[in-house]
């Protein structure tokens, strides 16, 4: 693993290879304009097969492991079948990546996304949560991190 990760390059990758997912989490704060610091990507996408052996293969270079369990085991051998895989979490070289299939008080991938902005990043077009949608799902999620957001979000959106 790199000593410092390269989240941007993780998700430049991810929307260069046209991975269909919404970017989501502290990434998309700080999108919004939180200045709290992430030390992870994390993004909404179907969890089907056909998506995630794409994941598979955009990541391959960059060694990732399931950050989960016991066992750090690689993402390029487990699991071999993604039938009924919610979620995935896991440590790459350019750094940690979250992959869900359903955002507390969103809902799934197609709910987040039908409220998702649309934005350009490194060129390239790419999806955010709402800013609505974020709000709400850190207020479900009430860790004092989360409250720091939504209040720099408010302010900084002018909900306040």
């Known amino acids: 693993m790199k000593a410092s990760p390269d989240l941007n390059e993780l998700l430049r990758l991810l929307i260069q290879n046209n991975i269909d997912f ?16 992430t030390r992870d990507l994390d993004i909404c996408m ?6 995630l052996e794409k994941v ?4 391959a270079p960059y060694h990732p492991v399931h950050r989960r369990g016991p066992a750090k085991l690689s993402f390029l051998e487990a699991p071999q079948s993604f039938e009924g895989v919610q979620n995935l979490y896991l440590n790459t070289d350019l750094g940690t990546l979250d992959i869900l299939g359903e955002i507390i008080e969103v ?3 197609q709910q ?5 902005k649309h934005v350009t990043l490194f060129g390239l077009s790419a999806k955010i949560i709402s ?20 209040a720099e979000l408010q302010e900084v959106l002018g909900k306040i």
């Open 46 to 51: 179907v969890m089907e097969p056909k998506q």
């Open 56 to 59: 598979r293969e955009v990541l």
């Open 107 to 109: 809902g799934n991938f």
């Open 131 to 150: 800013a609505e949608d974020l709000i709400r799902s850190k207020k479900a999620m009430g860790r004092p991190k989360d409250l720091l957001v939504i």
């Open 22 to 37: 919404v970017i989501i989490g502290g990434f998309a704060g700080i999108l919004y304009g939180s200045t709290v610091v």
């Open 112 to 116: 987040v996304a039908a409220n998702a």
